[in-house]
Each structure stands twice: as C-alpha cells, then as structure tokens.
C-alpha cells in the first residue's frame, strides 16, 4: 500500500483577529488543514495570537515554524486535537507558545514532539495516548514541559539531546524509556504507578532521568541498558528529591554497556519489597553503582548476575542481603543494610 504525502497548509492570519483554526480565511488558499490524521500539517510562522477550537478536529500534525511569535493554541474544555504520526515540531527561533489547558491532545498514531534550537514549549494540555507512543525529542537547548497529566495505554520515550520536563502526575501504562538526553520529573509531576522504566543510551553520550519532584514516585522494573544500546552511552536514574519506591527488579544489561550504570543523588531509593538486582558482567570494576541510600523496612536486597554491584549510600534497609552470584562492594561506613 502506498502511503499518501503530507502536504504544509499556511496559517495566513497575520492580524490577530478571528483567529478559528478551522475558519477557512485564515489560512493560505482559502481551504484550512483537512480533519484527517494523514495528508495536511498545520503550518504557523505568524505573529503572537492565539489559534482556538471550538470542536474535535483531526490534523496531521503541527509545524510551529522558525520565526514565528508566541503562539497560544486554545481550547473550549471539551475541544479535542487527535494528532497524526507527524506530531508537533517546534522551530530553532519560535517563540515561547503554549498549548492551553482547555485544549485536549490525543495522539492518533505514534508520534514525536520535537524542540529545536532555544525554543520552549509548554504543554499545558492533557495528552491522550489512546494506545500509541509518545516521543519527546529534539537537538533544542531550551527546555520544553509537559505540564498536563499524559495517560492511556501508550507509552513515554525521550530521544534527542533536547531536555523535557514532565510536571503532571501521568497515568500512561505504556512504561518510560530514555534513550538519549535527560527527562525531568518535576514540580509535584509523577511517573506512572508500577509504570515500568528503562534507560537506555542508544547514541553516545547520556541517558539520564532525574527526579526533581517532591512527589513520592512508585515505579516498576527498572532497566539500564538494552536491545540497542551504544557503546559511549552512559545511563544514569538520578533521584534529586523525594524517595523512588522499586516495585520490580532491578537489572542491569552489560550488552554494549562498557561505562557502566548509576542510580545517584539525595534522594532515597526504597524497596517496595523483597527486591532483586540483576547485574551483567560488562567487564568494568562497577557494572552497577548506587550512590543514593536505599530504606525498606524489612525489605531484602538480593544480587545476582555475573557483574559488580556496588552500594555507596547509607543504607537502611532491614530485610537483609544475599549475594547469589557476581560481586557485592559496600564502602559506606554504615554497611549495606541489616
């Protein structure tokens, strides 16, 4: 089957009146994008305005252009934009937009948010995922935030060196990978309950989740490293704030994995149960450091896997610790737990 080619419409209101997104007038031509998630992209280079929706209406996506002003896309509380495959693209010179709380997103197909240059977008919208995945990515040096709740059955992959920000308490089940650059949880934002979350430098350079919310953060299984991970990548959880509860095992995968993993920062790492750290071999001293403290009342830790475990922290955990194959190193005073 052959796929049909997304044609650019221009928005062309340049004078900040009426500005209705499906008002034919404002856009160049005289037809505004269809309401189809395939052919047309919605093209924006003009002045600060608002674009508004008044009703549901498909597009293929979102081109914020370089150049254009400080765009604000509103809503009317129950207006939906299902988005196509191409996402929304936000130019290197755009201007600092928003999509508002009262306009709902939901993606349509899998699709990419992408950042470019100083720009920064907030996202004030919720996101539906209806089962596709969302990818935040970008080269851009400015930082965009997700600030509405990102939930459905899809799932959340940071790619590119772009920074993002997610600050809603996100009810997603589709799991967390970072691949590249780092995405921040902050403000009150959350990680989904149980979501699981892998971080998996695919390129060289960093791979990094930070958790700068004061948020208490219940995650799955937690992965470093995986099916495409580069050589030069190093991937990190660092917990700047607050405590991370594991709710599943820790594993680190020594495929292409030479510069090791890290979980680190003041923040606490918590055992949400009888917890098992899985660490491969990747021929360096420590496969796996943790530098944060780990708590969990009468929860034990366990480590298998043919590499170096290595506990730094203070810890408190009471369950106790088996060591079932590989190396445990404990260099804190306090020991590795008791």
Known sequence: ?????QTAVNWSNVSGGST?????????????????????????????????FSANRSVGGLVLTSG????VFTGNSSAVLPLGASGITAGSTTGASQFASNLFLALGASATFTSSGSTNITYNSPIATAGFGLTLGGTGTGVSSI???????????????????????????GGTTVNQGTLLVNGTGALPSGGNVTINGTVAGAAS???NSS????????????????????????????????GGTVTFDATNSPLGAAISGAG??????????????????????VNSNISGAGNSLTKTGAGALS????NTYTGGTTVSAGTLYVSHTTGSGT
């Open 215 to 246: 948020a208490a953060q219940n995650i799955g299984a937690l992965t470093f490293g995986g099916t495409g991970a580069n050589f030069s990548a190093a991937n990190t959880l660092q917990i700047n704030a607050g405590t991370t509860t594991l």
């Open 147 to 173: 600030n509405g709740i990102i939930s459905g059955s899809g799932s959340l992959t940071k790619t590119g060196t772009a920074d993002w920000r997610v600050l809603g308490v996100n009810t997603y089940s």
């Open 1 to 5: 089957p052959w796929a049909r080619a």
């Open 209 to 211: 989740l930070q958790i």
């Open 68 to 71: 254009a002003g400080a765009l």
């Open 20 to 52: 209705p997104f499906t008002t034919a007038g404002n856009w160049s031509g005289g037809v505004a994008p269809a309401a189809d998630l395939t052919p047309n992209l919605g093209s924006f280079g003009t002045p600060a305005q608002p674009v508004s």
């Open 311 to 314: 506990l730094r922290g203070a």
């Open 268 to 289: 606490t790492l918590a055992l949400g149960g009888n917890r098992t750290f899985a660490v491969a071999n990747s021929n360096i001293t420590f496969d796996l450091t």
